[in-house]
């Protein structure tokens, strides 16, 4: 009974193309976000979203888009995938800022 | 620009003995620090936190030191057991709301601890 879960747990695949990480959660929070964890294994925020709403955008390129159908989930979209973007991606949800519950994560491998 | 650093990315250490794992911060802003647990293939598990209000707390085995004026913290685990081996992640946040619910958790790039027995 996972209680941030993200799918797929391995993406690989050409430069180019597009692609989508899921992620739902069933613990009734109100924010949700994205991390990425790059090569030199830095945590660093991308989005967040409190009740569908965007909280924090941070300096990531336009090709990432999140979506939040529901405060329940928040999905992200990768277009036209780079080398660069290569990394492991966290969703992670939470009531307060300071007590985040992460999925497992998706490695990304773009080729 | 790091404003949370993890300068040791290991440390070894006996079991039953101390574990004592360090993070400096900049910005003199953050209301909460914060340590991750992570094993691999996982994601970050909370650990322990501490308010930028107060200079220790304490939970179990695990006891978080905040000096503000140095901007360090560290992390106590006694007795350290092999299966705390994993990578622990310092981490701050600024809140952006008065609630709580909102704000920017800014990480360090963790230090892999290994208990050996």
């Known amino acids: 009974d996972t209680a941030v879960s993200q799918t797929p747990k391995y993406l690989v695949t050409q430069m180019g193309n597009d692609k989508s990480i899921k992620c739902e959660q069933n613990?009734?929070?109100?924010?949700m976000y994205w991390y990425k964890q790059d090569s030199k294994k830095f945590l660093k925020i991308m989005f967040s979203?409190?009740?569908?709403?965007?909280?924090i955008n941070e300096t990531v390129p336009n090709r990432f888009s999140p979506k939040s159908p529901d405060k329940a989930h928040l999905n992200l979209h990768i277009n036209s995938l780079e080398l660069g973007d290569s990394a492991v991606y966290f969703c992670?949800?939470?009531?307060?800022?300071?007590?985040?519950?992460f999925g497992s994560g998706t490695q990304l491998s773009v080729l | 620009d790091q404003q949370v650093k993890q300068n040791s990315p290991s440390l070894s250490v006996q079991e039953g003995r101390i574990s004592i794992l360090n993070c400096d911060y900049t910005?003199?802003?953050?209301?909460?620090f914060l340590w991750y647990k992570k094993y691999p293939a996982e994601g970050p598990t909370f650990l322990i936190s501490?308010?930028?209000?107060?200079d220790k707390n304490e939970d179990g085995r695990f006891t978080v030191f905040l000096n503000k004026s140095a901007k360090h913290l560290s992390l106590h685990i006694v007795p350290s057991q092999p299966g705390d081996s994993a990578v622990y992640f310092c981490?701050?946040?600024?809140?952006?709301?008065?609630?709580?619910?909102?704000?920017?958790?800014?990480f360090g790039k963790g230090t892999k601890l290994s208990v050996k027995p």
């Open positions: 992670a949800s939470s009531s307060r800022v300071e007590k985040l519950f």
């Open positions: 613990l009734g929070h109100d924010t």
């Open positions: 979203y409190n009740n569908k709403e965007l909280i």
């Open positions: 910005n003199s802003m953050f209301d909460y």
């Open positions: 501490i308010s930028s209000i107060k």
């Open positions: 981490a701050a946040v600024r809140r952006l709301n008065y609630g709580g619910s909102q704000g920017n958790l800014i």
